[in-house]
């Protein structure tokens, strides 16, 4: 009651929440499976009130989770220990633009695609895009450095961003590089907060560069039978295409799309797997060349061209409505990477793991093989409680996972570690490594007040 009080103090207005309905529709994420238990939620809208909270944390051992779209799948933003949960979704301004540095000074609680529009607007472009970009905020998506669709040709989130504003674990704000393109001045602490899941402080505001507009683009998807042959067939069109986009999913996860009955099969005849290529509009005839020679060496059976916008986005909801598509199969998420020379023996060794431990239940394949990243999820079956198979999934994990790490790959490659990863953390992670992240958690955090128990347990 009395830490009530205080952050009433801190925000006014009614910007304390304590309703039971409130705490859960803010105190959890995409994963809905954890248990959400905090004690308030508070919505700052000015970084001097971000201050004030982390000194009366600091003073009351208040634990802080920060907050943005929570669409995350790894419970990095899950309240679940009677924390605080800090909502962003006041502080949801753009409010600088230069086109000379084609940079955005935006808050964390903007979301992405709000920011994708505001580039386009400009005749610019944000390209770091995934399905939930729609609600995800851009503080969410800094704090775990968020991939998505396009990272083959832009990369990751962290690439986009020029500046942060942070307000750390001990109450300082700092601001971090400010946009300079060139900064040779010691450690860039920019990019430790991005990706540090609210572990060091909070993301209040960023400094995003945007590119320059896109060229039309356009979308194939092809079909393949051999889990060998995407990469055969990625390799034959970067040797003649800049790709924009190259996915993969596998017959089950498309069936799971169409079933909703929003969008139909991209062609009539069945395929163990599906690649969906994405490049700029004017290499139409050299893709035609790429298509040729893969149906010769028969790394694909057959496929389709976008021939208009709305086919091409048609073609993008096969794959981006699958995560959405399986979401009330309960499923495990695995996020997993390796380089992409290292591709087709660690989908052999993933696939060896899935043969052996889950015969009997529904593996969904999907991912940004492009980038080495693959999403590999166990579909809960009815007879099962979500505990029952949360720890069989469990269980195979450090087989699957010292097969990453054989490979030198990692656990999460996009989606973080947060709650449901963080045990894994060493087999991808050594332990000077592990001993080091904490070390600078201690220096960025050294009352344990920020996100406790995400990345690593307390
Ligand atoms: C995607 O690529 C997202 O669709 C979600 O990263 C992946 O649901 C998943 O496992
Ligand atoms: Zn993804």
């Known amino acids: 009651m009395e830490n009530i009080e205080a952050l009433n103090e801190i925000f006014s207005r009614g910007r304390v929440k304590t309703d039971q309905a409130d705490l859960i529709h803010w105190g959890t994420d995409w994963t809905r499976s954890f248990e959400v238990a905090p004690q308030a939620v508070v919505f700052p809208e000015r970084i001097d009130e971000l201050v004030a909270l982390v000194k009366l944390a600091r003073e009351h051992s208040l634990k802080l989770v920060p907050s943005g779209g929570r669409t995350g799948l790894s419970g990095g933003a899950v309240a679940s220990n009677d924390e605080v949960i800090v909502s962003f979704d006041r502080m949801n301004q753009i409010h600088a633009f230069n086109p000379t540095d084609r940079i955005v000074g935006c808050q964390a609680g903007v979301i992405t695609q709000r920011l994708q529009e505001y580039a386009i607007e400009r005749g610019l472009f944000y390209p770091v895009d995934f399905a939930s970009s729609g609600s995800s905020q851009i503080g969410g998506n800094i704090a775990t450095n968020a991939g998505g669709i396009k990272v083959i040709r832009y990369g990751l989130t962290r690439d986009w961003v020029a500046g942060l504003t942070v307000v750390t674990g001990t109450g300082d704000i700092i601001r971090c590089n400010r946009g300079l393109v060139k900064n040779a001045t010691g450690y860039d602490l920019r990019h430790l907060f991005i990706g540090s899941?609210?572990?060091?402080?909070?993301?209040?505001?960023?400094?995003?560069?945007?590119?320059?507009?896109?060229?039309?683009?356009?979308?194939?998807?092809?079909?393949?039978?051999?889990?060998?042959?995407?990469?055969?067939?990625?390799?034959?069109?970067?040797?003649?295409?800049?790709?924009?986009?190259?996915?993969?999913?596998?017959?089950?996860?498309?069936?799971?799309?169409?079933?909703?009955?929003?969008?139909?099969?991209?062609?009539?005849?069945?395929?163990?797997?599906?690649?969906?290529?994405?490049?700029?509009?004017?290499?139409?005839?050299?893709?035609?060349?790429?298509?040729?020679?893969?149906?010769?060496?028969?790394?694909?059976?057959?496929?389709?061209?976008?021939?208009?916008?709305?086919?091409?986005?048609?073609?993008?909801?096969?794959?981006?409505?699958?995560?959405?598509?399986?979401?009330?199969?309960t499923p495990y998420k695995n996020d997993l990477s390796v380089r992409i020379s290292e591709v087709p023996g660690f989908l052999s060794d993933v696939d060896g793991i899935v043969n052996k431990h889950y015969p009997d239940l529904d593996v969904c394949w999907y991912g940004h093989i492009g980038d080495g990243n693959l999403h590999l999820n166990i579909l809960k079956p009815e007879s099962l409680t979500i505990d029952e198979f949360f720890e069989r999934c469990h269980r195979i994990n450090p087989e699957l996972f010292s097969l990453i790490e054989q490979r030198g790959g990692s656990i999460s490659a996009e989606h973080g570690v947060g709650l449901l990863k963080r045990e894994f953390l060493p087999f991808s992670r050594s332990d000077a490594e592990i001993g080091l992240m904490r070390g600078l958690k201690e220096v960025f955090d050294p009352s344990g007040i920020m996100n406790p128990g995400k990345l690593f347990s307390v």
């Open 197 to 329: 899941e609210g572990t060091l402080g909070f993301i209040v505001e960023a400094e995003i560069r945007l590119a320059p507009g896109p060229k039309p683009q356009r979308v194939m998807v092809l079909g393949v039978n051999e889990l060998d042959d995407i990469l055969n067939l990625l390799q034959c069109f970067q040797q003649h295409v800049v790709l924009t986009a190259f996915e993969f999913f596998s017959e089950l996860a498309l069936q799971k799309v169409t079933e909703k009955g929003s969008v139909p099969r991209p062609f009539s005849e069945p395929c163990a797997f599906y690649a969906l290529v994405e490049f700029d509009a004017d290499a139409d005839e050299e893709a035609a060349i790429a298509f040729e020679e893969a149906l010769d060496r028969n790394w694909v059976t057959t496929g389709v061209i976008s021939q208009s916008d709305a086919q091409a986005a048609a073609l993008w909801s096969l794959r981006e409505n699958i995560s959405e598509s399986i979401a009330a199969d």
